[in-house]
């Protein structure tokens, strides 16, 4: 059945008109290519749902034994799961109950491919309905899955539309022997020689370090917005000092850095000893990607005063910007973190937090009254002076 997009407005509309439905995106897809697909269940004792795919998308098993559908939490040890598969007009409907009468709370996993002949640009559309456990058994909620078939990116094994240090981690554990079947690895063959090795590696890094062809990833910008962790700015006499906690959760990360006119990175060096690459490349007037990544799949360092230090030039004044900074686990894992700036003054070696907002005398010691309660003086305030009528 073909979907044009008079239908797929008319579902939008329809869908925020009735607000029983939680629309959920899951981006591009190409043609070959096999992705999960995740949704959230709250219910009282147990739920039901039917799932039906669009025509061109097929169901793949989640787990080694054979299994359609899998909890992405503890749901498994709680809760009975009844699965049926009719592989002929791509539906699935699965009952969940409690054998030991504990809700029903868990996200739910399912896997999808794409066939191969599809056609670039359809538009495909799945639904489930689900019904919650309750005596009433009411349409709990209706999500849709909406997909847009496009072509594939070379090295974008992860399918998000955008090559980064994620699928240059994942190509490093296919190469160590840590393959997964969820990704088409001819992807990242990019030489062409039929062969998925270092060389294609460091071709993905080439890619991201000079950010040519290579568009913002819709997926990034989403975890973005999601993103619980900040990255550590401070600064020494040497330059500007780029930290995470707990480092060691993760094996690779890249990150844009933006420097006001007038300004440079000199170079981009680890604070301690690692066996970890280190890159660094301009690719705009202002704008330098720094990639780090291990040939190995190790773990990151912990410095007790970062992970890398940033040597800069210029004596303009202004904010340096870090942006889409991805950090990926030993398994290929991604985690997004926060947008951060930090203010510089007309030296490189006066970088100071912009958002420090705590208040000192002018002999230096802090003062914890806040700033609409402080007397008339002269304060410091984010290492500026401040005059308090």
């Known amino acids: 059945m073909k979907y044009n997009r008079c239908l797929y407005l008319f579902l939008m509309l329809w869908i925020l008109a009735t607000g029983k439905c939680m629309a959920q995106y899951y981006g591009n897809m190409?043609?070959?290519q096999t992705k999960d697909v995740t949704f959230y269940v709250n219910a009282s004792r147990g739920y039901q749902f039917e799932l039906s795919l669009a025509?061109?998308?097929s169901f793949v098993p989640v787990t080694e034994d054979g299994s359609f559908?899998?909890?992405e939490d503890e749901t498994q040890t709680t809760h009975t799961a009844s699965v049926y598969v009719n592989e002929t007009d791509r539906s699935m409907r699965c009952v969940v109950y409690s054998t030991t009468n504990v809700p029903c709370t868990s996200n739910v996993k399912i896997r999808v491919k794409a066939a191969s002949d599809i056609n670039i640009g359809e538009e495909l559309i799945s639904y489930c309905r689900i019904l919650s456990g309750n005596e009433e058994g009411f349409v709990y909620s209706e999500?849709?899955?909406a997909y847009i078939v496009d072509r594939p990116i070379a090295g974008d094994i992860t399918g998000s539309g955008n090559v980064d240090v994620q699928d240059a981690t994942i190509t490093v554990n296919y190469i160590l022997g840590y393959s997964s079947g969820v990704y088409d690895y001819s992807l990242v063959d990019m030489n062409n020689d039929g062969e998925v090795d270092v060389f294609d590696v460091t071709a993905i890094i080439n890619v991201i370090l000079s950010g040519s062809s290579n568009p913002a990833s819709a997926?990034?910008?989403?975890?973005q917005k999601d993103a619980q962790e900040s990255i550590n700015l401070t600064s020494d006499e040497k330059g500007l000092l780029f930290g995470i906690g707990n480092a060691g959760r993760f094996t690779s990360f890249q990150f844009d850095v933006e420097v006001p006119q007038g300004a440079d990175i000199l170079g981009v060096e680890w604070i301690g000893k690692t066996n970890h690459s280190l890159q660094f490349a301009k690719n705009g007037e202002n704008r330098y990607?720094?990639?780090a990544l291990s040939m190995e799949s190790e773990p990151l360092p912990f410095f007790d005063?970062?992970?890398?230090?940033?040597s800069l030039s210029g004596t303009t004044c202004g904010e340096i910007e870090f942006s889409n900074i991805l950090f990926v686990t030993p398994d290929g894992k991604a985690d997004c973190f926060t947008d951060s700036k930090i203010g510089m003054k007309t030296e490189i070696q006066s970088v100071s937090y912009s958002h420090d907002n705590r208040i000192h005398d002018v002999s230096g010691?802090?003062?914890d009254t806040k700033r609409d309660q402080l007397v008339k003086g002269i304060y410091i305030i984010n290492n500026k002076k401040v005059v308090i009528r």
Do not use: C, D, E, H
């Open 69 to 71: 559908l899998t909890f």
């Open 55 to 57: 025509k061109g998308l």
């Open 305 to 310: 005063s970062g992970l890398l230090r940033l």
């Open 143 to 145: 999500p849709y899955w």
């Open 289 to 291: 990607t720094v990639v």
């Open 30 to 32: 190409f043609p070959g």
């Open 219 to 223: 997926r990034m910008l989403a975890r």
């Open 365 to 367: 010691r802090q003062i």
